[in-house]
C-alpha cells in the first residue's frame, strides 16, 4: 500500500486551510460535515467561503499565510494556485508532525483526500494514492450505486443493540454469528424497505431470545421499466441480486433479467393476448406458497407493478396470508416511451392532463369511457393497444376527435428496437398494420404528438 487508509476524528478539533478559492470551499465542506473547526487563511474568499465566514461556521484570517498558523492544528489542507506556497505548508506540517494534503500535489501530502461514500455512520473512503482521483471518483459512483442510503439508519440501529448483544452471548463467535443473522436476514431488510419501528421490535424479539429470527420468506414485487436496464432503480437492482427466485413477465427484457442473481431459479409468468402461461390467480397462489418456504421471491414485472401490472391484487393476496413484501416502483411504459420517443406527456402549448387506459379487448370490443377521452388539450396514452387499434381510433373519432388528430405507435420503446410510428387517428391504423409491428407497443393521441420531429433524441444503433 502507498497510503495507510486511516479515519481521523476531526469533531471539535482545530483544521487549518490556506487558499480561498473553490477548491479550498469543497475541503472546508466535508471538514465541516465530520465536526471540525476550521480556519481559513486567505487574502480574499470565494462566494460559498464567504457565506461560511458570515455564518460563524468557519474562522477566516484575511491575509497571506504565516508559519504559525499551523501550530495547533490537527490537520492542514493546501489548497492555491501558488506552488511555492503550497510547498511551504507541506513541509512545515510535516517538520511538526501535522497531517497535510496539498491538493493535486500527491508528492507534498502526507495524507490524500478520498472520495466519499457516506451512509454515516457507514463511510467508505476510496483512494488511489493521488494516481487519478477520476477513477477514485467513478469507483464512488459505482458503489453509491450498490449501497442503500439507509445502511447508515441501519447501522445506527445496530449501535443501540451492541451493548445489549454483548451481555446476552458470552463469546465474540457467538455474537458473530448473531450479528450476521440480524445484518442478511429479515431483519435488516425490513429497515432497507423503510419499516424503521418494525426492525427494532424484531431486533429486540432476537436479542431477548438469544437467536434471530426465524427464516422466513419475502415477496420483492418490482418494477422493471420499459425496457432499458439502465432505468432500473438502485433498490429494484439490490433486490434482484438477492432473490432466491424469480417470477417474470413477457414484457422483461432478457438484458434486464440477466442483472438478476445468476444462480437463481427463473419462472415465466408472462401473459400474451389470450395466452396465459400461468393464470393470475395461480401467480398469487404460487407467491405465497414459495415465501412459506423460506424464500426470497422476486416478482419481476415490466412498468410499473401498479399501473396496468396486477399488483395490487398481488400483494391483497400476500396481505391475506400475512407474507411480509415490498414493493418497489419501476418507471412505467407511458413516461419511458413517450421520454425516449421525444413526446412530452404534457406541455402547456398543448395538453394540460394526460389520461392512462389498457386498450385491451374483450369480446372483440374496447369497454372505455370515450366521452372522457375525447376531451380538449388532453393526452390519451393507451396501453396493450395493437389487436385493437382500429377499433380505438374508429371509436375516439366517433365520439368527437377529430379524425386529423396527431397519434404516435412506439414500438419496444427505450431499446435498441424502438420505432415510431407517426400518423393521425385516421391513418394510424393503417401505418401500423403496413410496418409488421410487434409488442410490446404504447400508442400516444394528442397535439403532443406533433413535437416528436422536433423533440426526438434517442435513435437506436
Same mark, same amino acid.
Given at each position: 500500500m502507498k497510503f495507510f487508509p486511516i479515519f481521523l476524528?476531526?469533531? +471539535?478539533?482545530?483544521?487549518?486551510?490556506?487558499?480561498?478559492? +473553490?477548491?479550498?470551499?469543497?475541503?472546508?465542506?466535508?471538514?465541516?460535515?465530520?465536526?471540525?473547526?476550521?480556519?481559513?487563511?486567505?487574502? #480574499?474568499?470565494?462566494?460559498?467561503?464567504? %457565506?461560511? @465566514? +458570515?455564518s460563524g461556521e468557519i474562522e477566516h484570517r484575511q491575509r497571506s499565510f504565516e508559519p504559525d498558523d499551523i501550530f495547533g492544528s490537527q490537520m492542514v489542507i493546501a489548497a492555491t494556485d501558488d506552488v511555492e506556497l503550497n510547498r511551504r505548508v507541506s513541509d512545515l506540517a510535516k517538520q511538526h508532525n501535522i497531517p497535510v494534503n496539498v491538493v493535486d500535489q500527491p508528492a507534498l501530502c502526507s495524507f490524500t483526500m478520498p472520495s466519499i461514500v457516506d451512509r454515516s455512520p457507514v463511510v467508505i473512503a476510496v483512494s488511489t494514492g493521488g494516481a487519478s482521483p477520476v477513477l477514485a471518483r467513478l469507483l464512488r459512483a459505482r458503489l453509491e450505486t450498490l449501497i442503500p442510503a439507509a445502511y447508515g439508519r441501519l447501522a445506527s440501529l445496530v449501535e443501540g443493540f451492541r451493548q445489549q448483544?454483548?451481555?446476552?452471548? %458470552?463469546?465474540?463467535? #457467538?455474537?458473530?454469528?448473531?450479528?450476521?443473522?440480524?445484518?442478511?436476514?429479515?431483519?435488516?431488510?425490513?429497515?432497507l424497505a423503510g419499516q424503521e419501528p418494525a426492525a427494532r421490535r424484531a431486533l429486540e424479539q432476537a436479542v431477548d431470545e438469544g437467536r434471530t429470527s426465524e427464516i422466513t420468506g419475502e415477496v420483492y414485487l418490482v418494477g422493471a421499466g420499459p425496457g432499458d436496464p439502465d432505468l432500473l432503480t438502485f433498490r429494484a437492482l439490490r433486490l434482484m441480486q438477492q432473490a432466491d427466485i424469480i417470477l417474470y413477465d413477457r414484457l422483461v $427484457?432478457? #438484458?434486464?433479467?440477466?442483472?438478476?442473481?445468476?444462480?437463481?431459479?427463473?419462472?415465466?409468468?408472462?401473459? #400474451? @393476448?389470450?395466452?396465459?402461461?400461468?393464470?393470475? %390467480?395461480?401467480?398469487?397462489?404460487?407467491?405465497?406458497e414459495l415465501a412459506q418456504q423460506g424464500k426470497r421471491v422476486l416478482r419481476l414485472k415490466g412498468g410499473d407493478p401498479f399501473i396496468f401490472g396486477r399488483g395490487g391484487e398481488e400483494i391483497d393476496r400476500?396481505?391475506?396470508?400475512?407474507?411480509?413484501?415490498?414493493?418497489?416502483?419501476?418507471?412505467?411504459?407511458?413516461?419511458?416511451?413517450? $421520454?425516449? %420517443?421525444?413526446?412530452?406527456?404534457?406541455h402547456r402549448d398543448y395538453s394540460q392532463s394526460c389520461v392512462f387506459v389498457t386498450g385491451h379487448m374483450k369480446d372483440g370490443t374496447a369497454n372505455l369511457n370515450w366521452q372522457a377521452l375525447?376531451?380538449?388539450?388532453?393526452?390519451?396514452?393507451?396501453?396493450? $393497444?395493437?389487436?385493437?387499434?382500429?377499433?380505438?381510433?374508429?371509436?375516439?373519432?366517433?365520439h368527437g376527435l377529430p379524425a386529423a388528430t396527431p397519434a404516435a405507435l412506439i414500438e419496444q420503446g427505450t431499446t435498441q428496437q424502438q420505432r415510431?410510428?407517426?400518423?393521425?387517428?385516421?391513418?394510424?391504423?393503417?401505418?401500423?398494420?403496413s410496418a409488421d409491428v410487434r409488442a410490446p407497443t404504447l400508442v400516444i393521441i394528442g397535439k403532443v404528438v406533433e413535437l416528436h420531429n422536433k423533440l426526438s433524441w434517442f435513435h437506436p444503433q
Open positions: 476524528n476531526i469533531k +471539535d478539533r482545530p483544521c487549518l486551510v490556506v487558499g480561498g478559492g +473553490d477548491i479550498a470551499a469543497r475541503k472546508v465542506t466535508l471538514l465541516c460535515k465530520a465536526g471540525g473547526r476550521v480556519t481559513v487563511v486567505a487574502p #480574499e474568499l470565494c462566494d460559498r467561503l464567504s %457565506a461560511q @465566514r +458570515d448483544v454483548k451481555q446476552r452471548f %458470552a463469546t465474540t463467535d #457467538e455474537r458473530r454469528r448473531f450479528w450476521e443473522g440480524v445484518l442478511e436476514g429479515p431483519i435488516a431488510e425490513m429497515l $427484457s432478457p #438484458e434486464i433479467l440477466e442483472l438478476t442473481r445468476r444462480d437463481a431459479d427463473r419462472v415465466y409468468v408472462g401473459k #400474451e @393476448r389470450s395466452k396465459h402461461a400461468v393464470p393470475q %390467480a395461480e401467480i398469487n397462489e404460487l407467491l405465497v400476500l396481505t391475506d396470508a400475512g407474507i411480509p413484501f415490498q414493493v418497489v416502483p419501476g418507471i412505467t411504459a407511458a413516461a419511458g416511451c413517450a $421520454s425516449y %420517443a421525444g413526446i412530452p406527456l404534457t375525447t376531451q380538449p388539450q388532453q393526452t390519451v396514452v393507451i396501453y396493450m $393497444s395493437l389487436a385493437g387499434l382500429d377499433i380505438i381510433c374508429r371509436e375516439l373519432i366517433a415510431v410510428l407517426i400518423g393521425d387517428l385516421g391513418t394510424l391504423p393503417e401505418i401500423v398494420n
